[in-house]
């Protein structure tokens, strides 16, 4: 019998690159959305009709624990959330209530409607925030530094708490920065790509940024999904860094993405203080061995061809009138 998975968060990007993996594997995929005036399939067009989409939301319990007992999936995999953390400053109820409590609401449905539901997780990096070690594992104490991080670190706890109380199959993934040309422009790595190609084709001439020295550990959004979906053939629950163990600055992103198309950074790129944030997260770099031991995962593209893959195709958009 052919398995079944839901994925909330399926629109955003890691939720199109996971739905892919999972129909190359061959399950029914169910798709969360909630209902909403500005949907926006864009990244999930090329494999809709494929796809079953249900309407739910991560505020709702009831709605969660209906789709559970009509749909029965065997998996289910959490990428919902209010996931920028810039916004999380303007808005810290509701990252709190979509990024935490709904945890919550859906392990709670789990637990209702089939506990035998395998159930992933997205933590991130963002937790360790004000980091207490380089770099950092399973064991580094979180001190998340913005209420998106604060919110994760509730969800990831509520995780483990449902993992150990109730026997839940719960796993959740550490995931560091994972980039794609499938990124919101509002994410720094987008904003630098798209910008690059917007300056490459004349129709600007400057992007303005926040920190260019903080550091980050960027991988490929479509390796990444494919750790989450490991996690969920283990035997037992765990929880697992996702990384790739090299930091880059957002100097060094800009400096390879304008090289790409042979231009200089410095004469493009302009620091603006409204990009800075009110609590600054410095060095982030995960340690990703036990993945590699446990899972035997590994990130397949590295940094540069992530960068160059991301600008040629902001230039195949601006060149098509796209964006």
Known sequence: MQKKALITGITGQDGSYLAELLLQEGYEVIGMVRRSSTLNFERIAHIQDELTLVAGDLLDE????????????????????????????????????????????????????????????????????????VPQSETTPFYPRSPYGVAKVYGHWITINYRESYGLHASSGILFNHESPRRGFEFVTRKVTHGVARIANGLADKIYLGNLDAKRDWGYAEDYVRAMWLMLQQDQPDDYVIATGETHSVRELCELAFAHVGLDYKEHVAIDERFLRPAEVDLLVGDPSKAAEVLGWRRKVEFGELVAMMVDADMELVRSGLA
């Open 62 to 133: 009831v709605s969660l624990i209906g789709i559970l007992r009509e749909h029965r999936p065997v998996e289910v995999y959490n990428l919902a959330a209010q996931s920028f953390v810039q916004t999380s400053w303007s808005q810290p109820v509701l990252t709190g209530e979509t990024t935490a409590l709904g945890v919550t609401r859906l392990l709670d449905a789990v637990r209702i409607a089939d506990p035998e539901i395998r159930f992933y997780q997205a933590s991130t990096s963002e937790m360790f925030g004000k980091v207490h070690e």
